[in-house]
């Protein structure tokens, strides 16, 4: 997620976007990661996505333009891409 506690996240959130909001995400994650990275949207609503390969192919930018309800919804998706090792929230 970030070097903040979720909770100063959660507030940050909640004072910079009025909810539901378009939310994006970004991260880096390893080519045979991203099938895992995918299936944490499976249930949110995106509104664009693109995937970028690093030059030698092994590690993949994805980016999700999201529609979340709530900084609640946001903060668990960090939550759940932080267990994929290896990954980088950007």
């Keep these: 997620m970030s070097s903040i506690a979720p909770e100063e996240f959660q507030t940050l959130l909640d ?3 009025q909810w539901p909001a378009e939310y994006l995400f970004k991260f880096v994650v ?3 990661d991203l ?3 995918e299936t944490i949207f ?5 509104l664009e996505k ?3 390969d690093s030059r030698g192919a092994k590690y993949i930018a994805l980016s999700v333009r999201a529609q ?3 900084s609640d919804e946001v903060i668990a998706i960090y939550e759940s891409a932080s ?3 290896g990954l ?3």
Excluded at 42 to 46: H, L, M, Q, V
């Design 83 to 85: 267990e994929i090792e």
């Design 68 to 70: 979340m309800d709530s």
């Design 15 to 17: 004072q910079h976007y």
């Design 30 to 32: 390893k080519a045979e």
């Design 50 to 52: 693109t995937k970028r």
């Design 42 to 46: 499976e249930d949110t609503i995106i």
């Design 35 to 37: 099938a895992q990275l």
């Design 88 to 90: 980088t929230a950007l």
